[in-house]
C-alpha cells in the first residue's frame, strides 16, 4: 500500500510548518518539546494540558503561537470564584428591545489558555466539556458553534497543591497530550536573559492564517499509517489495560485503569502529525514511541499501591515500550 500524500504536499507543508517553527523559536527559547507539542496539537485539532511549575514560559509560548497563525487568542485565570458563565458566556438583558440577548464568553477564540485549570471546582471545570468535545457552547436554549481551529491548552502547577481541585478522569481523557515543561538548560537561561536586558524583546509575527493551518491539518491527516504501525498502537494502549499479556504481571495490582480508545486515536494523529513536522509522508515506530508518554501518562490511574511503593506512571509507561514488540 503506497502513501497517500504527495512528495509535493509533504514538502510544501513541511517549508511552512519550518517558518512557523522558526517564527516561534525567535521568541521562544528552548522549550522545543513545548513548541512541537503545541504544533501537533493544532495539527490534529486535540487540547492539550501543560505541567509546569510557573515563569517557564507556558503563556508567551501559547500567545506566540497563536499570534503566528494570526488565531484569536483568550487567556482564562481559573481561581475557586470564576463561575461557568465566565467561561462560556451567559444572557444579558437588553433594555431596549425587553430581550435577553447573548453575551459571548472569553471560549469563544481559536486558542484558549485556561491557567491553572485545577483551581477552580468542578462545575467550572465541566462548562469546559461540551466545548472540549462537541466544539459548541450551549448559552440559555441555542446553541452557537466554536471558532475553527478550537483548541483548548490547560496549565496545571504541580506544586503548591493547597487549594486545588484534580481533574476527574472524565475531563483529563479529554486532553489530546499531557506535555511535561522542565526548567531550561543555564545557556537557554542565559539567552533569556540577555533577551530581556535588550533594548527590545523579539516579537512573534504573522506567517499564516488559521485557513491555511486547517490545510496543513489535512496534510497531516494523510500521512502514511501502515497496518503494522496501526496494530503496534492498538497493542501499546492494550498493554495498559492488560499488562500480563506483554510479560508485565507485576504492574496488574499497581493500575488501576488503562488509556482508553481515545489514546489509541489520538496517538495515531499524534504520530502522524509529528512525522509531517520531522518532514515525512510516513509515521515510524520511533514517531509512536517518542509521542507515547505524552499522549498515556493522563490516561493510567494508578493503584494506591503504586503510590504505596513510589512508582510513577512515567516509570510504567517506559516498561510498556520496553514489553511491547516494535514492528
Do not use: C
Not at 156 to 165: K, S, V
Not at 245 to 261: I, R, T
Not at 299 to 316: D, F, K, Q
Amino acid at each position: 500500500m503506497e502513501p497517500t500524500t504527495s512528495r509535493v504536499d509533504v514538502s510544501e507543508a513541511v517549508q511552512r510548518l519550518g517558518a512557523l517553527q522558526q517564527a516561534v523559536g525567535r521568541v521562544i527559547v528552548g522549550q522545543e518539546s513545548l513548541v512541537e507539542g503545541i504544533l501537533v496539537g493544532l495539527l490534529s485539532r486535540g487540547h492539550l494540558l501543560l505541567e509546569g511549575v510557573p515563569g517557564l514560559a507556558k503563556t508567551l509560548a501559547v500567545r506566540t503561537v497563536a499570534t503566528a497563525v494570526e488565531g484569536s487568542f483568550q487567556r482564562l485565570q481559573f481561581t475557586p470564584d470564576l463561575l461557568p458563565a465566565d467561561v462560556t458566556g451567559t444572557l444579558v438583558f437588553d433594555p431596549k428591545d425587553g430581550v435577553f440577548r447573548p453575551r459571548k464568553g472569553p471560549v469563544f477564540a481559536n486558542l484558549v489558555l485556561a491557567d491553572e485549570i485545577n483551581r477552580a471546582p468542578a462545575k467550572v471545570q465541566s462548562a469546559l466539556l461540551e466545548a472540549m468535545e462537541e466544539r459548541q457552547v450551549t448559552i440559555g436554549d441555542a446553541t452557537y458553534p466554536l471558532p475553527d481551529p478550537f483548541l483548548v491548552l490547560a496549565t496545571q502547577n504541580p506544586i503548591e497543591q493547597e487549594g486545588t481541585y484534580p481533574l476527574p478522569e472524565a475531563q483529563l481523557d479529554r486532553f489530546f497530550l499531557k506535555l511535561l515543561v522542565d526548567y531550561p538548560t543555564p545557556e537557554e537561561e542565559r539567552r533569556v536573559l540577555d533577551m530581556h536586558l535588550g533594548e527590545r524583546f523579539p516579537e512573534a509575527e504573522p506567517v499564516m492564517d488559521v485557513a491555511e493551518l486547517g490545510r496543513l491539518s489535512a496534510v497531516a491527516d494523510q500521512v502514511y499509517l501502515d497496518e503494522r504501525i496501526r496494530s503496534y498502537i492498538v497493542s501499546l494502549v492494550g498493554a495498559t489495560r492488560r499488562p500480563a499479556e506483554v510479560g508485565l504481571g507485576d504492574l496488574v495490582p499497581l493500575v488501576s485503569w488503562g488509556a482508553s480508545p481515545r489514546a489509541t486515536i489520538a496517538l495515531a494523529q499524534g504520530a502522524r502529525a509529528l512525522a509531517l513536522l520531522r518532514g515525512r509522508g510516513y509515521v515510524t515506530p520511533e514517531d509512536v514511541k517518542e509521542l507515547a508518554p505524552a499522549v498515556l501518562r493522563h490516561r493510567i490511574v494508578l493503584s494506591y499501591e503504586a503510590e504505596a511503593e513510589g512508582v510513577g506512571v512515567e516509570e510504567i509507561v517506559q516498561r510498556i515500550l520496553l514489553a511491547v514488540e516494535v514492528p
